[in-house]
């Protein structure tokens, strides 16, 4: 099993359209959870980063956390052109064996049509 | 501008040679951190170091190394040894080991 496994995609939406992105993490100890964009042939931006269960919400984003089921996702609402990249789900063991070891998923790439 | 910056963009490296790598950051953080990305797949890391003159192997240190002199440096060499050294490279750096990583924009290093 994965550490870090995101939905596979590509997925693509219309513009508009929520988009859902979904990743799962294997170790129970991880503390901090970040999605970061990622255009091609660019480095990743920090898009969200959340530490506690529940939802934070940042402009067209919301970052959703599940300790207990292992699971965060991150919604785009209002999806634009603009917002087709791939995009990285990363958790942090900080407090583990690893400390401030990020682990990333191997990416989801979302298109947003027109 | 505060931020991180990587050099070169691009590198060739030639069979038996060993190259090195720029990562600077001007943020005053004390972490930083080596991936290495390959074609359609996530980031793995490489070297980090927690604080100056420290650093720890990361899941593919094999064939590359480190150092650690100042706050806001931390080169990585490509040696020999690294048989597929082909891939983009991205430095990170953070506040703290538990804090949100920054990244700097890349090097791709190509082989001849």
């Known amino acids: 099993q994965k550490e870090v496994e995101q939905n596979s995609g590509p997925l693509s939406v219309p513009e508009g359209a929520i988009a859902s992105l979904n990743c799962t993490y294997s170790d129970r100890v991880s503390q901090s959870f970040f999605w970061y964009r990622q255009y091609s042939g660019k480095s990743p931006e920090l898009i969200m980063s959340i530490y506690s269960n529940g939802d934070k919400e940042d402009g067209r984003f919301t970052a959703q956390l599940n300790k207990a089921s292992q699971y965060v996702s991150l919604l785009i609402r209002d999806s634009q052109p603009s917002d087709s990249a791939t995009y990285l789900c990363?958790?942090?063991?900080?407090?583990?064996?690893?400390?401030?070891?990020?682990?990333f998923g191997q990416g989801t790439i979302l298109t947003v049509h027109p | 501008d505060g931020g991180i910056t990587q050099s070169p963009k691009y590198l060739f490296r030639k069979e038996g040679q060993n190259v090195t790598l720029s990562c600077e950051q001007n943020?005053?953080?004390?972490?930083m951190y080596w991936y290495r990305q390959d074609p359609g797949q996530g980031l793995r890391l490489i070297y980090y170091s927690q604080i100056v003159n420290d650093f720890q192997k990361g899941d593919i240190a094999e064939g590359y190394s480190v150092s650690r002199e100042k706050k806001e440096s931390f080169p990585l060499t490509v040696t020999s040894a690294q048989k597929n050294p082909t891939a983009f490279y991205l430095c990170a750096s953070s506040v703290t080991p538990r804090e949100t990583q920054y990244f700097g924009p890349g090097t791709r290093l190509l082989v001849l």
């Open positions: 990363a958790v942090n063991n900080a407090g583990g064996t690893s400390y401030g070891k990020l682990t």
């Open positions: 943020l005053n953080h004390d972490a």
